[in-house]
């Protein structure tokens, strides 16, 4: 299963990955409530989606690999400490929100007040590219930009704003509780891109030390974007540990996506 990233669909954030998985594996894409093909909802917590991932895992009657990006990696994570149905987990640059010091949380504040203030002005698509700046560099900005990602996304910008209006208030379960990570018996592959943010690196590192089965992977030249400007290497990690971990038992694993 694929888990997308906070400001997209599972279409648009796996896109590019996706043709290089299904000779391999049975994918399922998840849009989250509020995108692509789910319908919205007032309770956008990172738990309470968590457990909608769950849900959809329970469905399946099956054992399945997870596989998420960025704030899908979170949710990945959380739903595994939950389920006893996920036996592999891959995990590209979760987001540890308690790890962000000082001069992330200014670039993260002014990419959000941004996002915004375009918003207010009705101008979605430049909101989308707004809050981009906080963990994309530049070149990926410029790829995502001719991909049409922030077209594509503009519209869930005022989903996006709730989601992160709930997430500074949830005192929920969080990724940044070590003891809840303690808890995941499962492998756990966390991937991370070598000339990503410095906060970036540090939640992957905050996650293989403390999740018992955890080992970190670093695509080179890659930023937080790598599904969209990497996408053959994260296909490749993916693929390489789910054969690895052997889900199910089976000779071919069965993984899910979005």
Known sequence: ?????????????????????????????????GRGLSGDHP??????????????????GE??????????GNLALLAAARSDRVEAIVSFEPAIISLVGEQEEAVMGEAIAGMAELAEEGDLVAAARAFAGWFANDDEIVAADRAG?????????PNLLNLLHQTMEDDGPKVDDAAMLGTISVPVLVVKGSDTRPFF???????VDHAPKANLQEIPDAGHAAALTHPEALAEAITRFFLTARLSGEEKPKSMCS
């Open 1 to 33: 299963m694929l888990l997308h990233g906070i400001e997209h669909d599972g279409g648009l954030c796996w896109q590019d990955v996706l043709p290089h998985l299904t000779e391999r594996f049975t994918c399922h894409l998840l849009d989250n409530r």
């Open 43 to 60: 309770d956008l917590s990172a738990p309470r989606m968590a457990q909608d991932v769950v849900e959809y895992v329970a469905s399946l």
């Open 149 to 157: 990602h922030f077209e594509a996304t503009g519209r869930y910008v």
């Open 201 to 207: 690196a540090d939640s992957a590192r905050f996650v």
């Open 63 to 72: 054992p399945v690999g997870l596989a998420g990006a960025s704030f899908g």
